[in-house]
């Protein structure tokens, strides 16, 4: 069974920083990209990052490129979100997501962390 | 990026009876290989989003037969043939034609 747990969430004030995790079971983590999706009640869904198989290629949204920046240990099977310099609009449950191998997409979905940036 | 327009942005519906929900795209959704990389996503309440659809029509698995899709470029529906007291929550189209993929508002399906 294929499952996804989102950790490292909380609060952290302006500039700030925070490290996500996502720790993947059911798969092996180094066949599949993986995305982290952010979710806020007022902005709905929103594509942050993503990275691929084997780690030599990641894009971010042009709203958080420069400030995070997305890894993954295979051996752990751990897939990361290094968010620095938080501001408030980056509050939201941020969610890490399994693309797809048979066609472009995505499959699975954690249950996400909170990050609430606040002063 | 391409914009997805969900309608109606909320549908309370009757026990049994059909639902629709459409979405549009501001560009369309073919990809250079072909396919069309449109997606519909369920989220309950409390619950991460999970696919029921894929590539337009194409249910993913444990996805029962009452949820259907349909349409070709720009406008994409999502079809439940007699709605069931589960499937209450919110409903997202998703495509992954052009990077980044980008999500619809999301529809609220409650019942009456």
């Known amino acids: 069974e294929v499952q996804l747990v989102e950790s490292g969430g909380g609060l952290v004030q302006p500039g700030g920083s925070l490290r996500l995790s996502c720790a993947a079971s059911?798969?092996?983590?180094?066949?599949?990209?993986m995305h982290w999706v952010r979710q806020d009640p007022g902005k709905g869904l929103v594509w942050v990052s993503n990275?691929?198989?084997?780690?030599?290629?990641?894009s971010y949204a042009d709203s958080v490129r420069g400030r995070f920046t997305i890894s993954r240990d295979d051996a752990k099977n751990t897939l990361y979100l290094q968010m620095n310099s938080l501001r408030a609009d980056d509050t939201a449950v941020y969610h890490c997501?399994?693309?797809?191998?048979?066609?472009?997409?995505?499959?699975?979905w954690g249950q996400g962390t909170l990050v609430t940036v606040s002063s | 990026d391409v914009v997805m327009t969900q309608t109606p942005l909320s549908s309370p519906v009757t026990l049994g009876q059909p639902a629709s929900i459409s979405c549009r795209s501001s560009?369309?959704?073919?990809?250079?290989?072909?396919?069309?990389?449109l997606s519909w996503l369920h989220q309950r309440p409390g619950q991460p989003p999970r696919l029921l659809i894929y590539?337009?029509?194409n249910r993913f698995s444990g996805v029962p037969d009452r949820f259907s899709g349909s349409g070709a470029g720009t406008d994409f529906t999502l079809r439940i043939s007699r709605v069931e007291a589960e499937d209450v929550g919110v409903y997202y189209c998703?495509?992954?034609?052009?990077?980044?993929?980008?999500f619809g508002q999301g529809t609220k399906v409650e019942i009456k």
């Open positions: 590539k337009i029509s």
């Open positions: 059911g798969f092996t983590l180094s066949s599949y990209w």
């Open positions: 560009q369309s959704l073919v990809h250079s290989d072909g396919q069309t990389y």
């Open positions: 990275i691929n198989g084997d780690g030599t290629y990641m």
């Open positions: 997501v399994r693309g797809t191998t048979a066609w472009k997409g995505i499959d699975y």
């Open positions: 998703v495509q992954a034609t052009q990077h980044p993929q980008t």
